[in-house]
C-alpha cells in the first residue's frame, strides 16, 4: 500500500491506494498530476526522510510519495 501525502492550506491531505484496486491508483496519480501541474515537488520517501528521491511521475510502487507546494516569497 502507499500513500500520497500533499501539504497544502488544507493541512496534511493523505490519499492511499493499494496496487490490486487499479482506480484507487489511477485517483492518486490523478491527484499526483493535478499538483505537479501546478508546480508541487514531489518525493518518493520509502524508508527514512532524509532518503527522500524527487521524482517528476507517479510512482505506483512507492511507500509514500509527498508533494509540497512553491513557496513564494516577496
Known amino acids: 500500500m502507499g500513500v500520497l501525502r500533499v501539504l497544502c492550506g488544507r493541512g496534511d491531505v ?3 491506494w493499494d ?8 485517483e492518486a496519480e ?3 498530476q493535478e499538483n505537479a501541474a501546478k508546480g508541487y515537488a514531489s518525493f518518493r520517501v520509502d524508508d527514512k526522510i ?3 528521491e524527487r521524482i517528476e511521475k507517479f510512482d505506483p510502487h512507492a511507500k509514500q ?3 509540497i507546494p512553491r513557496i513564494v516569497g516577496g
Open 14 to 16: 493523505k490519499v492511499e
Open 19 to 26: 496496487l490490486e484496486k487499479e482506480e484507487a491508483v489511477k
Open 30 to 32: 490523478r491527484i499526483f
Open 50 to 52: 532524509d532518503s527522500a
Open 65 to 67: 510519495i509527498i508533494q
